[in-house]
């Protein structure tokens, strides 16, 4: 299995962008289909979005649609998660997970991602 360090989150003001970080460590990366969850305090752990493990396929949840942009450098071992037009309500811990079989899709079940990082705060304020 991978290991995943999330970075670059932060409190930040409505409107502005942020990119959050994940570097993978451990074999075989570019096996690993790859995605973000988030959980806001209160809330269920979320699904954000999806890359395919050669990052030709792309998924998104609805509320963020048209606002981030997922991608992935597998020289680097790392998966991005580019944020614009942060709203307070993304308001979150973000997880970046990889998933628990050398399957190259990505799915919004967290239960098929066996490797998490510890997650980075985003704070959106209005």
């Known amino acids: 299995q991978v290991q995943l360090v999330e970075s670059g989150g932060g409190l930040v003001q409505a409107g502005v962008s942020l990119r959050l970080s994940c570097a993978a460590s451990?074999?075989?990366?570019?096996?690993?289909?790859m995605a973000w969850f988030r959980q806001a305090p209160g809330k269920q752990r979320e699904f954000v979005a999806g890359?395919?493990?050669?990052?030709?396929?792309?998924g998104y949840t609805d509320s963020v649609k048209g606002r981030f942009t997922i991608s992935r450098d597998n020289a680097k071992n790392t998966v991005y998660l580019e944020m614009n037009s942060l709203k307070p309500e993304d308001t979150a811990v973000y997880y970046c997970?990889?998933?628990?079989?050398?399957?190259?899709?990505?799915?919004?079940?967290?239960?098929?991602?066996?490797?998490w990082g510890q997650g980075t705060q985003v704070t959106v304020a209005s």
């Open positions: 890359i395919s493990r050669r990052g030709g396929s792309t």
């Open positions: 997970a990889a998933r628990n079989t050398y399957s190259g899709t990505y799915v919004s079940e967290d239960r098929e991602y066996a490797s």
């Open positions: 451990g074999p075989a990366f570019s096996m690993y289909a």
